[in-house]
């Protein structure tokens, strides 16, 4: 049973940093492409980050970054200088790689298969 599962989210405080974890079991993640989207209450869910199984990354903003241990079967979220309009629900999402697609492609939450349960990130003072 393929499943993805969250953690490390937390309050924090503007300017703070967090790193954001999605484990996967049942399936490896480096054949995969592996997104992290938030949700905030009454707004629309969100593109943040993905890393393709080849290892090309597109971070919706340059203060996100993501990486992926493989022998750890994880995909990380590195997100800094955080600002309370990052406060959200990130979920992780998980397909299975294709070649030939681009950038519009992985950033469509719809082509995602597998999807995480979701970590709370609030940023306050």
């Known amino acids: 049973q393929e499943q993805l599962v969250e953690s490390g989210g937390d309050l924090v405080q503007p300017g703070g940093s967090l790193r954001l974890s999605c484990a996967a079991s049942?399936?490896?993640?480096?054949?995969?492409?592996v997104a992290w989207f938030r949700q905030a209450p009454g707004k629309e869910r969100e593109f943040v980050a993905v890393l393709r199984w080849s290892g090309v990354a597109d971070p919706a903003r340059g203060r996100f970054f993501i990486a992926r241990d493989n022998a750890k079967n994880t995909v990380y979220l590195q997100m800094s200088n955080l600002q309370p309009e990052d406060t959200a629900i990130y979920y992780c999402?998980?397909?299975?790689?294709?070649?030939?697609?681009?950038?519009?492609?992985?950033?469509?939450?719809?082509?995602?298969?597998?999807w995480g349960q979701g970590t709370q990130v609030t940023v306050s003072s």
């Open positions: 049942g399936f490896a993640l480096d054949t995969h492409a």
């Open positions: 999402a998980a397909q299975k790689g294709v070649a030939g697609k681009g950038n519009t492609y992985y950033r469509d939450a719809n082509i995602y298969d597998s």
